[in-house]
């Protein structure tokens, strides 16, 4: 799938979407002065993959989920074909990244307790050692890559 050259309206666009996904295409157009139909846009942003998904963002918490951690797991390499699914089955892990280090996972999880936490730890550590940080507190959420303005064209006149 070939990706189009994005424009300064493509970049507003993903911008404001990124910031609220429930804003309306008509609200889009008056943003970013639009004529054309911005649903188009959006659409073509979407088919060529720069707009991957919508969706709300939940409260943790209030959810009941007060444990959040960084968990730093060594997997062998010959490990990963059994690890991947196991990984992805389990639901308090909201985000697994391969990575580079003394640790080759980096897990972001959610529990209700330290209880659970250490249940979880203790069934991960069958893939190799673990090195757990419990988080106080979050000083940035997470957030969506903002794109930078690309000027506007200027018209030949």
């Given at each position: 799938m070939k990706k189009n050259?994005?424009?300064?309206?493509?970049?507003?666009?993903?911008n404001l979407l990124s910031k609220n996904g429930r804003m309306s295409v008509k609200d889009l157009a008056n943003e970013v002065f639009l004529s054309s139909p911005a649903s188009a846009r959006v659409e073509?942003?979407?088919?060529?993959?720069?707009?991957?998904?919508?969706?709300?963002?939940?409260?943790?918490e209030l959810l009941g989920?007060?444990?959040?951690?960084?968990?730093?797991?060594?997997?062998?390499?010959?490990q990963k074909a059994e690890f991947y699914p196991y990984i992805r089955s389990c639901l308090n892990v909201i985000e697994c990244n391969c990575v580079t280090g003394d640790y080759s996972m980096l897990l972001e999880v959610l529990f209700h307790s330290t209880t659970d936490l250490d249940t979880f730890i203790g069934e991960l550590q069958k893939y190799g050692r673990t090195k757990?940080?419990?988080?106080?507190?979050?000083?940035?959420?997470?957030?969506?890559?903002?794109?930078?303005?690309?000027?506007?064209?200027?018209?030949d006149e």
């Open positions: 050259k994005l424009d300064h309206v493509d970049c507003e666009i993903l073509r942003l979407e088919k060529e993959g720069y707009i991957t998904g919508y969706h709300a963002t939940l409260n943790s989920f007060h444990i959040r951690a960084f968990i730093n797991l060594e997997v062998e390499p010959n757990t940080l419990i988080v106080f507190s979050t000083s940035v959420d997470h957030r969506e890559v903002t794109i930078p303005n690309i000027p506007k064209e200027k018209s």
